[in-house]
């Protein structure tokens, strides 16, 4: 029985070949420089069981209690020494002539450059191609830079698991791969050094797929707010000889122009689709690329569903807001007032009370599934879903969502587009405007 407990359940000849080796003792990474970003990623590489030397020009500077007890202060010379073959450069780019006089020491040896770009250029050289230059016996890794000090000291799973990496070296790429691994982080080969100048400026950019989307969406709200604001309140002021109506500036006129903004914008979301579609149809091929314009804007789609959900849900906030506002007891007074001076009662207006169940009905459930459709766009929800599923919430459902909205629009405006009143100094109303896009959409949608 003995004998048979002492037994291990796997035979080496059993192993799965794939089984990740375990070292008992982990190789020695240096790390020269002190400063914040050094400090976080020796504790992120002390948690991960990594030993590390930590290599500075003033170590009696460094404040006591700075880094970990497990982490050895040393100066760059002796840091340098230490590491086996991992060596993280933790300092200024512009400070790497400093280090010229370890290059010997540095030969041989993976130096992972950790630095950003100082501003928007990819054409120049980046700071990984220049500490190449300088450092020509050694091995430059790029990697680490879009990782901020926040994610390295409260883990992967706080934060984003991707770790760009790319260098002309295949060995030099395969050890800091393996390293970030051991982090718990998701390495991403990205390819030679030369793309160092994509990642260097990768944390510089802010919301790059959101940039035009968000144009998009504002211009339509400037459009849609400047046509009613001109529609119904500044020429009303200069045809009536000062009929005062800036009061709907604030409230009314925005909550006007969210519903149409949303409206369009969805369609948008859609509209590509079905251009690739008859595109395709009329070359008669699947094979051939999208014009550049195309294939953008079939990439911010997402965000523009996002967008026009957002004005969705700002058009439901500011109407349940509308009975909190003075006028609306103003009015409600008013007119209380004048049918009992006139001793006159309302009339039950079922018509009335049809057309505004069926209009607020519409808008909760289209509403409703604009929601789930935001909500399925997230990664961590997204992911859970296969192919199919997606494409039924995206798409299935996506389009149930556009037709609900349009269907709000519509009983909303019941036949008041039928009026001649409906077109104050030739203009339609804004809601009108708002469905074309939306109408057009569903009937290519139809014929494909």
Known sequence: MVEDMTTPLLSDSEAPADALPVCL?????????????????????????????????????IPSGLFPDAVELRNQEGAVSQAVCLVFMAVFPEHYCSLLGLQSALAGKVLVDVSNGAEMNIHGPSN??????????SLVVKGFNTVSTWELQTGAHDGSRQVMICS?????????????????????DMGGLSAAREIEVAPLRLFPSWSGPV???????????????LRGILLPFLAQGGHNAFYRLALD????SLPAVALVTLALVYF??????????????????????????????????LLSFLCAALHGVYSLCLPLRRITLHRLVNTAYRQVKA????????????????????????????????????????NTLNWREFTFVQSG???????????????????????????????????LLAVVVPCIVLVCRCFL
């Open 168 to 188: 002309n070296s295949t060995e030099g790429k395969k050890k800091v791969v393996q390293l970030a691994r051991q982090m718990g982080f998701h390495p991403v």
């Open 397 to 431: 459902l996506g389009y149930i969502a556009l037709t609900l909205s349009i269907m709000h629009t519509l009983f909303f405006g019941w036949d008041f587009a039928f009026h001649i009143e409906a077109y104050p100094f030739y203009m339609p109303p804004s809601y």
């Open 343 to 382: 001793g006159t009662e309302e009339p039950w207006d079922e018509l009335g009370v049809w057309r505004s169940d069926l209009y607020l009905s519409c808008g909760v459930l289209g509403l409703g599934v604009l929601s789930l459709l935001a909500i399925t766009s997230l990664p961590t929800v997204g």
């Open 128 to 137: 990984a191609e220049r500490l190449a230059e300088l450092f020509p016996d």
């Open 25 to 61: 003792t982990s190789p020695t990474v240096a790390i020269l420089g002190s400063g914040d970003f050094s400090r976080s990623l020796a504790l992120r590489l002390v948690a991960s069981g990594v030993r590390v030397v930590v290599g500075s020009r003033c170590v009696n500077r």
């Open 215 to 229: 144009v998009v969406t504002f211009l339509l709200f400037l459009f849609f707010y400047g046509y009613g604001f």
């Open 253 to 256: 006129l925005v909550n006007e």
């Open 272 to 305: 590509p689709g079905l251009f690739a579609a008859w595109l395709q149809l009329w070359r008669g091929t699947k094979y051939q690329r999208f014009p550049s314009w195309l294939d953008n804007w079939l990439q911010r789609r997402k965000q523009l569903g």
